[in-house]
């Protein structure tokens, strides 16, 4: 227990301490990873701990970052009201495409999911008046919070650093809380669940509903990012990205989602430098983690340590 | 898998060059040029030309432009306008670029514009989109290619005057690309007694044009506005359907590129299109570099190939003006939009926003020395991106977009 809160410390501090010391092009690439983190992170609330798996998960996101930057390039509101009504309308969205996916569970609820998910991806590409198309939508500047710029790249990475943190954080205390206890309840026995009087839906909606929240948050994050919003944010390609990250880093561990999303990230913009069939590269790496460790690289690494300490 | 290709180090010898990157050698600092270009999905062959024929260019100039070394990094934007912009950052702040080419897709173009504009980066466009040249101009942009109804403007004058085709329909990618070149021609064609009955879009993915071919009206003839390798999808499809004896089809300027044209049959024959080049132009640049393509790479350059190259000349001449100062952003960018030029596509200058104003050709497919050619039936010269009209009066309408301008013949 020691050793590992002394690592916490560690990579925390390199964390904060790395917008010093690396170049822009490092310190945008850790906000990308930051941001994929927070996606994969509130896609495992559904994946891991409530045993759903979605393929629409992108919607959330993309919905996010289409209200931010319609109302504030379009209607010139204010950024924090913006971001209220995109964090609103986004659990609004999350809560009405909960009640329909639910109906189903497994293979039904993903169908469900990616095909609510391409509706509101066509409605971006279709709905020219609102959403530019295929132009997209340009000319978002970033918040200025407190009067402090968030221009700079290192400004941005520390304000996605913070705001990943207390997503980590706040996703942690609600998986170790009953509510999160019961949830995992729903995954593991359902029938179960419901003969002990738990509303087995209510439970499962909720999750829903939070990891929809949270997927918004990390579409915020985005769009202040890219300041630039495309169709192709919500496509399913996206919502793909996510779900590796999940299974790749371990579903159903609050570590797992970190460690996929930032090996997703890294291999997509990062390999891609050095190899031009990157793809390829990608492919392999997620067909080997399949067969060595095929419950995700957190968990296995975990075995390989307890073997090792044994 | 080809390691480290992507940094490709021209000039000076791989290790030399290696050696120089590590140690911050500043003396004589090359001249680094990024490239975007897609080298992966279904826009890869365009991007692949791009950098083929750019590799080419520096090559025939010992990798030396106004005495300086030029060092080209190429980056896979894998035509995702995140992808895009992240590897505009990469080249930008890793490998600090001093001017960048390309991206290849409209959508790119306008996913990295205000980066641009934040980071003053010098950037010899390829992309298409409308606005980056019109209603949100960006100061650091050149675009020695076209807008995208640059060239389908004398296309739809040709076809009414030229071709006295009355009733015609439009089809094109569903993507900005395709709007605005078919909103384009559809405005030209109309202006000049044409009636257009039609307007189709098709994704960009479309695994089949069934379902659109069968829904095609009676007309003249039909324009089609795709990309890449679309337009021969298309229109083999369209033959198939026995469709070419009731309806005449003519294309824009990447409908019948020479990099699908090699693929296709006798069906193609007689077929019109328009582009600001054909490989069969016969300019003194052109005679060189077409014929060393083609020695090269066993076909003939079309329009993306044909892009970088003549990017490639802008930037030469541009360099030369200012003895290769390339380090002056603000004069680098002057001289570019002053660029007077000779290239492979005829003679090239700028207007006020950075877009080149050149030839147009309407071209016609025929056989020569047993491959398909567009050989040039006629030649627009010196065509804007406004046409012929008010350059006032054409900004103040809105972009070309599915919508705009409205289609009022479209029969039932």
């Known amino acids: 227990m020691r050793t590992r809160g002394l690592y916490t410390a560690v990579s925390l501090i390199s964390l904060i301490v790395l917008p010093f010391v690396a170049g822009d092009f490092y310190i945008n690439l850790a906000t990308q990873v930051l941001i994929a983190v927070v996606f994969s992170a509130s896609l495992n609330i559904l994946v891991g ?262 | 898998m080809k390691m480290s290709r992507r940094t490709m180090l021209h000039g000076t010898a791989g290790l030399a060059t290696a050696a120089a990157l590590s140690a911050p050698a500043r003396a004589a600092e090359p001249i680094r040029l990024g490239l975007l270009t897609v080298k992966t999905g279904p826009l890869a062959s365009g991007g692949l030309d791009m950098e083929r024929a750019l590799t080419m260019f520096l090559k025939e100039r010992d990798n030396t432009l106004s005495g300086r070394k030029v060092e080209l990094i190429v980056a896979d934007t894998a035509g995702a306008p995140a992808t895009a912009r992240t590897k505009t950052q990469e080249l930008v702040e890793k490998n600090d670029v001093h001017c960048l080419m390309g991206p290849l897709a409209a959508f790119e173009a306008l996913a990295i514009d205000d980066y641009i504009r934040e980071k003053q980066i010098p950037v010899l466009g390829v992309a298409a989109a409308e606005d980056v040249t019109q209603r949100k101009p960006n100061p650091w942009l ?53 009636k257009i009955v039609q307007k189709l879009f098709a994704p960009l993915t479309a695994p089949d044009y069934g379902t659109y071919i069968s829904q095609l009206k009676e007309a003249d003839a039909i324009f089609i506005g795709f990309a890449g390798s679309n337009g021969f999808r298309f229109l083999r499809q369209f033959n198939e359907y026995g469709l070419q004896a009731k309806l005449i089809p003519v294309g824009g300027m990447t409908a019948l590129d020479e990099a699908v044209l090699r693929n296709m049959g006798d069906e193609a024959l007689g077929i019109v299109t328009t582009c600001w080049y054909s490989a069969e132009l016969d300019n003194p640049a052109n005679q060189k570099f077409a014929p060393a393509f083609r020695a090269e790479n066993k076909y003939d350059p079309g329009f993306y190939a044909a892009a970088t190259y003549v990017e490639g000349a802008v930037l030469e001449a541009a360099l030369k003006s200012i003895d290769g100062k ?57 065509v804007s991106q406004f046409w012929t009209y008010d350059q006032k009066a054409f900004l103040a309408n809105p972009v070309y977009s599915r919508d705009w301008p409205p289609a009022k013949n479209l029969s039932n």
């Open chain 2, 142 to 194: 050149v675009r020695g290619t076209s807008s995208s109804a640059q060239c389908a403007h004398p296309m739809g004058e040709y076809c009414a005057k030229d071709l006295k085709y009355k009733t015609m329909i439009t089809i094109g990618d569903d993507i900005a690309y395709g709007h605005e070149m078919t909103a384009g021609f559809q405005r030209v064609f109309e202006e000049n007694g044409g």
């Open chain 1, 49 to 310: 701990y409530a045993g759903l798996s979605s393929l629409g998960h992108a919607a959330f996101l993309g919905f996010a970052a289409y209200i931010c930057a319609g109302t504030t390039v379009t209607l010139g509101l204010p950024p924090l009201v913006a971001a209220v009504l995109a964090l609103a309308g986004t659990t609004l969205l999350a809560a009405i495409f909960g009640a329909i996916a639910l109906r189903a569970s497994g293979l039904g609820f993903l169908m469900i999911t990616l095909a609510l998910a391409q509706v509101v991806w066509g409605l971006a590409y279709r709905w020219v008046g609102l959403t530019n198309g295929d132009n997209g939508l340009t000319g978002l500047t970033r918040p200025h919070p407190f009067g402090l710029s968030l221009d700079s790249p290192a400004a941005f990475y520390l304000a996605t650093l913070l705001i990943t943190g207390i997503a980590l954080t706040v996703i942690a205390i609600l998986v170790g809380s009953a509510y999160g206890v019961s949830l995992q309840g729903t995954r593991d026995q359902p029938r179960r669940m419901a003969a002990l009087g738990h509303n087995v839906w209510l439970v499962r909606w909720t999750a829903f509903i939070i990891a929809g929240f949270w997927a918004g948050v990390a579409g915020l994050l985005y769009v202040y990012y890219q300041r630039y919003i495309h169709p192709s944010v919500l496509s399913m390609a996206t919502s793909a990205e996510g779900l590796l990250g999940v299974i790749a880093g371990g579903s159903g561990t609050l570590a797992g989602p970190v460690v996929g999303a930032a090996l997703v990230v890294i291999l997509k913009n990062y390999a891609s430098i050095y190899i031009e069939r990157w793809n390829m590269l990608l492919g392999a790496v997620f067909v080997l983690i399949v067969l060595v460790m095929p419950d995700g690289i957190v968990p296995g690494v975990r075995r390989l340590l307890a073997r090792r300490d044994r």
């Open chain 2, 326 to 382: 390339i380090e002056d952003k603000p004069a680098f960018m002057a001289a570019l939009r002053a660029t007077k030029t000779d290239t492979v596509r005829g003679p090239v200058r700028f207007d006020e926003f950075g877009n080149v104003i050149g030839n147009v050709y309407i071209r016609k497919v025929t056989r020569k020395e047993g491959r398909l050619v567009n050989s040039v039936i006629k030649t627009y010269p010196d």
